[in-house]
Nanobody, 127 residues
Framework: QVHLVESGGGLVQAGGSLRLSCTDSGRSFSRYVMGWFRQAPGQEREFVAAIGWSGGTTDYADSVKGRFTISRDYTPNTVFLQMNSLKPDDTAVYFC????????????????????WGQGTQVTVSS
């Protein structure tokens, strides 16, 4: 079983940057699509970004395009979310997720495609 642990959250001023990390302490990320989701207070979880199992395909929610970058390493098995130009609307608990990939090019926006989840890390952006 994949066990995901997020880190890197914190408090930052609007316009600042944070880099989130998610490390697999269980099975390898190999052939897993990796995604980031977030949940703001009073809101449902929403898709943020995803990366295919080879790292060659990425996808982003419209709200973060041009500001956030998802990437991954394999040794150790880690997925990153570089967040630039942060704004207060980015305030949320950010969750890392992993789901089995059907091909090296596929990425998923749908929460149900992911069967492994971290516990989340808080990101707070002050105005």
């Amino acid at each position: 079983q994949v066990h995901l642990v997020e880190s890197g959250g914190g408090l930052v001023q609007a316009g600042g940057s944070l880099r989130l990390s998610c490390t697999d302490s269980g099975r390898s990320f190999s052939r897993y699509v990796m995604g980031w989701f977030r949940q703001a207070p009073g809101q449902e979880r929403e898709f943020v970004a995803a990366i295919g199992w080879s790292g060659g395909t990425t996808d982003y929610a419209d709200s973060v395009k041009g500001r956030f970058t998802i990437s991954r390493d394999y040794t150790p098995n880690t997925v990153f979310l570089q967040m630039n130009s942060l704004k207060p609307d980015d305030t949320a608990v950010y969750f890392c997720a992993a789901g089995p990939g059907r091909s090296r090019w596929e990425v998923y926006r749908v929460e149900s495609e992911y069967n492994n989840w971290g516990q989340g890390t808080q990101v707070t952006v002050s105005s």
